[in-house]
């Protein structure tokens, strides 16, 4: 009689978070076992899954969480992931995003050693490790130059991964360029912008605040990028992969297709440039080549530009009808 082969297992760091919860939920409906990651005292509870309150940054806390849910795959995802956050607290951000990832790849690297059994990894890099690479389109190999305390944190931990790869871990970074949904939090300022959108157009607010208008990123879809990464789980073997669009639009790009979509022309009557908001240091123009995904992983995004902006601000006029 052949054994019943039990469902992988995976652990998931920033559990709570936009990309995580889709995350969540993409590998219970694979019928796995998820465990999930959130910070100590908070209340974040996520249908389906196993909860661990742990700070990855204390010493012996990663290796006693993978000790204790021997996971097949770890998804690390958890971070403070916002660039001007990053200029306000950037000795946090090197511990949260750099220091907590070494210890998270050092316990698998320790427990695949110890139990024998193989630990895949996949690690969310970030485009901004790129951000003064000087390439018109940035790819695996373009030159990691960052610009700012995040970027820097996250070539730490992009580095890392590297490292233990050597060292015979199957671990991957997943360079994630930006990617929106309605889950995004409202301190950033895609959220900020569809939300603006939908309050102004049902008279409940009547300005935009914004600092640069000029800086182009290549946006994407977050359950997109998701199935990336469950991509990258499944092919099982350690690499560097890079999760974008191709193409790019501005902020002002964003900012029109949010007010378009609540039937708005005349956009710029209702924006006011804010000089609190710009950050100390951002690359104009970030734009990413995602060949290698579509070749090995056969992964492709599934919404434009319009079509993710317009979900957006759907979500939020449902947001306003409900407050």
């Known amino acids: ?140 190999n373009s030159r990691i130059a960052p610009t700012s305390p995040y970027g820097a944190s996250k070539a730490l931990s992009h580095n890392m991964v590297q490292v233990y790869r050597s060292r015979g871990l199957e671990a991957t970074n997943a360079i994630l360029f930006n990617h929106e949904s309605p889950r995004r939090p409202d301190t950033f300022v895609t959220r900020k912008i569809t939300k603006a959108a939908a309050a102004i157009v049902r008279g409940t607010q009547s300005k935009l605040e914004l600092g640069s208008m000029s800086a182009q990123r290549d946006w994407g879809w977050a359950p997109d990028y998701v199935a990336a990464m469950v991509a990258m789980a499944l092919h099982g073997k350690g690499d560097d992969f890079v999760v974008a669009t191709g193409q790019s639009h501005s902020v002002a790009d964003f900012v029109a297709a949010a007010m378009a979509a609540v039937g708005i022309d005349d956009w710029r009557s209702y924006v006011d440039a804010d000089p609190e908001m710009l950050r100390p240091a951002d690359s104009a123009r970030m734009i990413g080549d995602a060949s290698k995904a579509r070749d090995v992983l ?16 759907e979500f939020d006029m449902t947001e306003e009808m409900a407050a």
Not at 21 to 43: C, K, Q
Request: proline share 5%.
């Open 1 to 140: 009689m052949t054994a019943r082969r039990e469902p992988p297992s995976a652990l998931v760091t920033g559990v709570a978070g936009q990309d995580g919860s889709y995350l969540s939920e993409a590998l219970v409906d694979l019928g796995w076992t998820v465990h999930g990651v959130a910070r100590p005292g908070s209340m974040s509870v996520v249908d389906d899954v196993t909860m661990h309150q742990v700070d990855l940054g204390e010493p012996g806390a990663a290796s006693d969480l993978v000790g204790a849910t021997d996971p097949d795959y770890v998804f690390h995802l958890a971070g403070i992931s916002s660039v001007w956050r990053s200029w306000k607290d950037p000795v946090l951000t090197t511990r949260v995003n750099g220091v907590s990832a070494a210890s998270l790849l050092d316990a698998c690297h320790t427990h695949q050693e110890a139990s024998g059994k193989r630990v895949m990894v996949i690690n969310a890099s970030s485009a901004e490790i790129f951000a003064g690479s000087s390439d018109p389109i940035q790819n695996e």
């Open 298 to 313: 056969g992964w492709a995004p599934t919404k434009n530009f319009e079509e993710i902006v317009t979900a957006m601000v």
